[in-house]
């Protein structure tokens, strides 16, 4: 047998083994309520009598401590910790010598591990980890290891300190909002006070899904500041408290500045020009606008669709527009805005076709075609094996669809136990089992009355029947559910689901929220999973798009907040930063997205892969974003974006089976949208 033939059976064989797996009945991993593990390096620790060296190989961070060879030496951390509870300390060290080398290790002043052992390791580059469990206060701690014999410490590496809280009750709901000292770009938020078991330490004001501001936990009132005059906030309160437990949210309250004062627009921009056209760009340049009082932003608009907004202190005359499609024809201008909303007149119009598509082997979207109408919020798709007819679920009306390639619409059923949450929860997500032709299941993730679910239900082609639930436990919010599955080339089923408002549970790896999930069709954890749970990665805010590439690669889409949407490629165990990043950062540990885009730009959902390139739908940028991947590399090229603002808000798209062509639908009469009932489409797009 040749060598590639003999390689090429073992990967199968593999790969057929890990899909067993995931059909098999496995033993669920049982979920703790502890917080994600801090790490404290300790050459940022007190040292006293030794040094930060660097001489051996690994170690984390910049350098590790070598204590001096004698009694007392020692090295103090100082851990912070939400709220009290049990400390699990994971000391990381090495002893090349051939004798143990204990240390007493002391908490707040009190030793509470005597001559704890440090025992002998292969060599000064063969590092081991030693654990303990002691009580720590809420705030500031300090963990000290003192050396107790003349050879001194081993040398030290870093501390990793998980707490579990004995704090798991979250506050109340908040009272209702109201507002009042209303005015042009502020408002006064007052709200009735939560309660709490232990007591309330912060109130996190949101609007719509992002958050807008916090408050002490004593207080009942917020002046909110820098708003936009004649503008709606929607606006929901939480309470949290210093274990981290968030409360549900409060009752909405829709709060509206008044109308600006100021009522001049600023004159109108002119010459605009354009240079250094590109298949993908092109630079606009124009004369600056005046204003009776400050111009604070430019829009390049087409018709009513904006494009790019240039914003400073003052905003720059010139910019260079991206993501413009290959081949196509495009007509702009430009209007300038004052901070009462005023608008200029447009500019004068530029009209250019950016040049001809370059070599590729993904294609372009092409020949769009309607599907099927009279959709309320459809959101999620999946084909059935045989590519005759494709399920698609409505988010609200919790109903699910047989849809023929021809557009032939049928109700299928509802999804049993599914509730709303008056924002982004309800019927999501939607799978078909690979092996459906045998077993008949199909999957859906949906909101119910204690949080979001996994469940499986039978389909006969017909009809829905049976519901069982795989997986519970998943915390909701009125906003950040995630919501999508997929099944992978191993055969499991992969969830995405969204940290619920509660920032924190992302970084947590034995809380369900803020994760890509991977599990068995049984609902079990899957074998493989790097934490032993159902967790497959970590750090995630609010993940809605989920594919896999021909390398059986898995890519994912995820709104931020205010800053950076990302485009990731998941790999298993990695964390993927929130919310300490949003968008790419340095901090070590924390995985970087491939792509980033303003909200305004994209607010991504469904993501779906044709034939090398991954197809981005928008909500808010009300666009589909074309991003090739380079080859088999793990690099993007330039992205595009195809048919911006002409069908408004983009929720899924998915790849039709056997063939070079998308579904994509739209959500626009949810809540953003502002559209009635039965105003949603499904689209059909030749990729050629």
Known sequence: MQARTLTTLRSRTAA?????????LVQAVPQSASAAAARYEAESATIVHGVVESNHSGYSGTGFVNGDNVVGSHVEFTVDAASAGTGRIAIRYSNGTTTGRPADV???????????????????????????????????????????????????????????????????????????????DSFTLNWGA???????????????????????????????????????????????????????????????????????????PSTLSTSGLTANSVVLNWGASTDDKAVT?????????????????????????????????????????????????????????????????????????????????????YWMPDAKTALVTERDSFKVFKVTPGGTRTQVGTVPNTVTTNGEGGLLGVAVDPKWSTNHYVYFMHTASEGNRVARMTYDGTSLGGYTVLLQGIKKSRYH????????????????TGEAQTPDLAQDKNSLNGKILRMTTDGKAAPGNPFGNYVYSYGHRNPQGLAFDRNGRLWEAE??????????????????????????????????????????????SGIAIVRNVIYMAALKGERLWRVPITGDTENLGTPSAYYVGTYGRLRTVTKVPGQDQLWFSTTNSDNNGGEPDGADKLFRISIT
């Open 16 to 24: 057929l083994a890990v899909a067993l797996l995931c059909t098999a």
């Open 106 to 184: 002391a908490l707040n002043g009190t030793v509470v591990s005597a001559s704890h052992a440090f025992d002998t390791t292969t060599d000064w580059n063969t590092w081991a980890t030693s654990t303990l469990s002691a009580p720590v206060k809420a705030g500031s701690n300090k963990i000290r290891l003192t050396s107790t014999t003349a050879n001194g410490l081993p040398n030290l590496d870093y501390i990793d300190v998980t707490v579990t809280s004995s704090d798991t009750q979250a506050p109340t709901a908040p009272g209702r909002p109201s507002c009042s000292a209303i005015g042009e």
């Open 194 to 268: 939560a309660t709490d078991d232990v007591g309330v330490a912060a109130y996190d004001i949101y609007e719509h899904g992002n958050k807008l501001a916090e408050a002490a936990g004593n207080a009942t009132t917020k002046n909110l500041t820098g708003l936009t005059a004649r503008t709606t906030y929607n606006i929901t309160v939480f309470a949290r408290d210093a274990a981290g437990n968030v409360s549900s949210a409060s009752p909405v309250v829709d709060c509206t500045t008044l109308p600006s004062s100021d009522t001049t627009p600023p004159s109108v």
């Open 297 to 381: 932003a430019y829009e390049v608009r087409s018709g009513s669709t904006v494009y790019k907004t240039v914003t400073g202190t003052p905003p720059a005359t010139t910019t260079t527009l991206t993501g413009l499609a290959c081949a196509s024809p495009y007509s702009l201008d430009v209007v300038a805005k004052d901070a009462g909303g005023n608008v200029s007149p447009p500019s004068n119009t530029v009209t250019f076709t950016t040049p001809a598509c370059g070599a590729t082997d993904g294609g372009v979207p092409s020949n769009i075609a309607t599907v099927s109408t009279g959709w309320s919020i459809p959101w999620g798709t």
């Open 481 to 496: 559910n995630g919501g999508r599955l997929a099944f992978g080339p191993d055969g499991c089923l992969y969830a995405s």
């Open 559 to 604: 709104f931020g907040d205010s800053k950076k949407d990302e485009l990731n490629l998941i790999k298993p165990g990695n964390n993927y930063g929130w919310p300490v990043c949003e968008g790419s950062c340095s901090t070590a540990g924390m995985t970087n997205p491939k792509k980033t885009w303003s909200v305004s730009e994209a607010s991504p």
